[in-house]
DNA sequence: GTAGGTCTACTCGGATAAGACTTGTCCGAGTCGACTAGG
DNA sequence: CCTAGTCGACTCGGACAAGTCTTATCCGAGTAGACCTAC
């Protein structure tokens, strides 16, 4: 169970656009240079994250990046889950159905207790993601952080 | 983040084993039949089963897999990490310190927010699989099951 | 000085290869049970 | 009839390939801004 390295890249990505202000942009080039990244293969993900919602992409000079909505209605769920998908880890594929010990499809009407046990795990996780949002991730950072990114990332 | 096919194997192999009589066995080759597995790979999980110290091996003719200990006393947790491995899903490689906007070491004491919040995720994840044992999953299935399983699986 | 047109350069978007990991398979070492022969 | 020895077959254990997904890269379509020219 391994969630992808562009995970990591994205978040950060996005908590860095959080810190800008409203209609500015940051182009996939800046970011990669901010964070010393593949630029062509982090395009791709920021890709996903617009079609997902969470990004608007502008085209043309001065184009870019930015938030679609604002940072508290971003939650860090919405965010793994552009990048990695979002299904289960768990997958019941009904195999107590099959071979010398197949279970009829009547008595598998409710569904088995590990499946269950499993995807209440899952359930649980992401609550725990649903729970935070950009803002409260940038709530954490030093007060000057705002300013210093913006400089370093648009100079 | 996709947990191995063969979590739900073992998932359900240890299930099966916990409901034969203290001192009897199954071998891989009788489970796979029960399940219609792949016997030679399923086999390669058990063993990892076997070195977490969850299941127990004999060999010889009569021989096959155990369970090491009480069912109440096998968690899910131990299980899908048994073969899955212990590691966390998400993986901070401390980007935060590449590239033009890279932090100082002693910027970074504290632990990232983004890297806690998803491992606090992780955490809620285990709590919940930690939760319950292999005797809960016995528990919920129907009283003559252990009778037929002994039966389809020995004979 | 101003407005329109054109042109350039920069942006994202999707289609295309290489590497890593999961999945699947095989053969060898060890061990328990059964058979046989002797007492 | 009982017991010791030997044989055989069945078990797990680790080492070895193929498929699939993540990772990485490239080039093309589109657009906003800047420049130049005409009025």
């Known amino acids: 169970m391994k969630l992808p390295t562009s995970t990591e890249w994205v ?3 996005a908590a860095t656009l959080a810190q800008l202000r409203p209609a500015e942009t940051a182009s996939a080039a800046q970011l990669a240079a901010y964070y010393d990244l593949p630029a062509p293969y982090l395009a791709k993900q920021l890709q996903a994250l617009t079609r997902a ?7 043309g ?8 909505r604002a940072a508290k ?4 769920l919405q965010i793994v889950e552009a990048v990695d ?22 008595e598998c009407q409710e569904t ?17 993601l649903t729970a935070v949002s950009l ?3 940038l709530a954490e950072l030093p007060s000057g952080a705002p300013t210093r990114t913006r400089r370093i990332l648009m100079g």
């Open 11 to 13: 978040l950060h990505c």
């Open 61 to 68: 000079p001065r184009g870019g990046f930015r938030l679609a």
């Open 135 to 137: 803002a409260d991730i």
């Open 53 to 59: 919602g969470i990004l608007s992409a502008t085209t």
């Open 85 to 106: 998908g979002a299904a289960a880890p768990y997958e019941c594929r009904e195999i107590r159905q099959q071979g010398r010990g197949g279970l009829t499809p009547d």
């Open 112 to 128: 088995c207790p590990l499946a269950r046990t499993m995807a209440e795990a899952h359930t649980a996780w992401r609550a725990s």
């Open 73 to 76: 209605d971003i939650t860090m």
